[in-house]
């Protein structure tokens, strides 16, 4: 039985390192796939594949809310900046990095003045953050009281 235990604690002594060696080089890989050039001016790829994920973050829409929880009644522009500044404090917060958002769906009261007036304002984000994600832009009839932009996230690390 002594044997057999000293044999056990060599073979985990040889056997752990390396399990956990193995471990640690498994780490996340993100792929982007864009079949066509024209959606780089657009600041979005057409396909994110991730491998390794350690965790997913799943971000409620993020809008023009002050820390009061009062809705912005500012043209849409500024409430494009205060919805970015609160869905990187939401990501930061929870541990993550802004840079791996993988998915984000954009609700616009206006799909004309967002692309018209605010674009250059994600655009913007998105350079910051080196981000490479998927981008869905969606025009609703309402969002809620005075809002009129909101940013839906899936972030992972």
Known sequence: MERFAKVLVLTLLTVAPVAAQNKKEKQMEKREFSPWKWQDELSYVQ?????????????????????????????????????????EKVIS??????????????????????????????????????????????????LNETLNVELEATVVK
Do not use: W
């Open 47 to 87: 396909a994110v594949e991730v491998k390794n994920v350690q965790s997913t973050l799943y971000v409620s829409g993020q809008a023009a809310v002050h820390s009061d929880g009062t809705s912005s009644n500012a043209d849409m522009r500024t409430q494009l900046g205060l919805a970015l500044q609160n869905l």
């Open 93 to 142: 917060e929870a541990g993550y990095d802004p840079k791996n958002i993988v998915r984000l769906t954009i609700y616009s009261t206006s799909s004309k003045e967002f692309i018209e007036n605010c674009f250059d304002i994600f655009r913007d984000f998105v350079a910051k953050h080196g981000m490479k994600q998927a981008l869905t832009l969606l025009q609703v009839v309402a």
